[in-house]
């Protein structure tokens, strides 16, 4: 990497000056990155690109610098247009003075900053983190955001866009960033070993991937979608400071994308959360099929992620003037390269199926155990992906997950092709080499055994868990929902509780009691 900062620095002055933000203004905090110092007055924030080069962007002219400020205005008012106020220009006056204006008229433009307006700082995600302040319905909402940014995110289907050859090119970028490093914070040989078994993985679902991208799942996305990225604004998740500076870091697998946040909530000891996350968006958007494939992708996408955290972290620290701070990410770029290599290791598949009537709390059971299934250590990988089939029967009615569907959505023509689907999708997590959860009322005992056949056909081991209530406490449940994807009222659990349920084989727990108490006997039957 190269650094340079001519004239810089008298923007740098400009910007840490409280009047330049106008009236209220009293102090101004600064944030740096190893690419960027951001500058934040009472109401509104300028962001400076610094005059830096490295493989993957350059920052050294004044011209690349505006270039990138007005790309970056541009694509994060797709999905945050009333925080992203403009380009403004720092301007050197004919007397020698400095001012900021947006047209860049009245003297020698010296600098352009993006002009933003201020949120308040904690609700960025990252701050709802430490604070323990996210949740599952934030996770749900979150999910819903960027499901739909993604399905309106312009297709790419150039042959060097995404698919096998986009990412082999992120890869050597990632090798590249590593290598370039003078200090021995990271070792070198860790990251070699790194690059080579990605690459391995790659040659076996390059061509899923290039299916994927003629398949339109490779599209404009965000490229840097972490929590630090992400803020509740006028009350919903807003996705903001997406990449502008290389396209090949953001036309990218949908997938890919969102990966970079799962990883960031397994890093921060957030498994539930990112589960949480990964199940509602492949509930909205079928990544899970057979066609589509993405479970298969999802090791290398999200090791891929930690390496870029690592080499970023490894940059900041050799970059940042405060020492401490240095310290800190040399400390992340370690973990994040570990975690890195631990996601390139595959999980053991299994089924696990949970059924049960409506309010015995068999969702409940299938979201919660999903986290602690297929899970590593050092939080690398995803926990099982839970197929609901409340969430497909929405799905396959064209309906969102908290529709309430008419009579149709439930004739016995819609639940037998919910069914199959269910059924489809489950076999296809399988050979897709991930631990899958089956979440269905599994009233009937064919139902029952063809979801264990599926298992025994993959060769892998079958779990059956069937939830139990006093039909007092299940209508108790059903009735005081809210923004539950099932449908089910108290007449569907009346019509149910007079179901011929046949001999049942699996694994019955009572859930009367605690919830806790109830996931506690779940976990002792599937947790080895």
Known sequence: MSFASEGQEDAIRLLSYPATFGAGTEQVERVETHVSLVFLGRDRVFKLKRAVVFPYLDFSTLENRRLACEAEVRINRRTAPDIYRGVAAIVRKPDGTLSLNADGTGGEVIEWVVDMVRFDQDTLFDRLAQGEKLDRRLMEDLADTIADFHGQAEIRKASDAGGRNGIGMILKSNDACFAQSTSNILDRGESKALTRQSL????????????????????????????????????????????????????????????????????RGLGRLSSILFNRYFDLTGEGSEDLGGLKAMRLFVSMR????????????????????????????????????????????????????????????????????GTMPSGAMLGARVVRSDSTRKRLAGAALTDRLGPDGYSADMTERTYRAVFEEVAAGLRAGVPVIADAVFARPDQRREVAEIARAQGVSFTGLWLKATPEVMADRVTKRKRNVSDADAGVLQSQLDYDLGEMEWQTIDSSGSREDTLKAGLEVVID
């Open 306 to 373: 930690a390496a870029i955290r690592a080499h970023v972290d490894m940059a900041q620290a050799e970059i940042l003037s405060d020492r401490g701070q240095a310290e800190r990410r040399a400390g992340e770029a370690a973990e994040y390269l570990k975690m890195a290599g631990d996601a390139l290791t595959p999980p053991v598949p299994r089924l696990i199926a949970v059924g049960g009537l409506s309010g015995s709390g068999k969702s409940r059971m299938a979201r919660e155990l999903a986290p602690h299934i």
């Open 200 to 267: 391995e993985l790659l040659d076996t679902i390059g061509p899923l991937l290039d299916r994927r991208r003629e398949a339109g799942r490779v599209r404009l996305c965000h490229g840097d979608l972490h929590l630090r990225n992400i803020c509740l604004f006028a009350g919903k998740p807003t996705l903001f400071d997406a990449i502008e500076f290389n396209d090949a870091f953001t036309t990218i697998d949908v997938l890919y994308d969102l990966a970079f946040l799962l990883m960031d909530l397994n890093h």
